[in-house]
């Protein structure tokens, strides 16, 4: 069982900012581009944001600008900051090793206009 942490969300004001954390384990981490994607009720999930393991990164069109991927290996750690929040950002937000079909229990963040 591989286990992924995500924390970080919670509720905010349009304009607002998060910033979200993903813990995995080492073995898998070290290895994996981590991606960050996100699910609104009635959708399907989407990939928003991506890093490899060297840094580079890849972001969906609508969160360019206004979110930033980065990862702190020694500590097996993705993270997502998001500023500038919109009132249809509003989803669970969850990250997965690229590839390996490993999800977390997601992290919920909420918008309010």
């Known amino acids: 069982q591989v286990q992924l942490v995500e924390s970080g969300g919670g509720l905010v004001q349009a304009g607002g900012s998060l910033r979200l954390s993903c813990t995995a384990p080492g073995n898998i981490f070290s290895r994996s581009a981590m991606g960050w994607y996100r699910q609104a009720p009635g959708q399907q999930r989407e990939l928003i944001a991506l890093?490899?393991?060297?840094?580079?990164?890849n972001y969906a069109d609508f969160v360019k600008g206004r979110f930033t991927i980065s990862r702190e290996n020694a500590k097996n750690t993705v993270y997502l900051q998001m500023n500038n929040l919109k009132p249809e950002d509003t989803a669970v937000y969850y990250c997965?090793?690229?590839?390996?079909?490993?999800w977390g229990q997601g992290t919920q963040v909420t918008v309010s206009s």
């Open positions: 997965q090793p690229i590839g390996t079909g490993y």
């Open positions: 890093i490899t393991t060297v840094g580079i990164t």
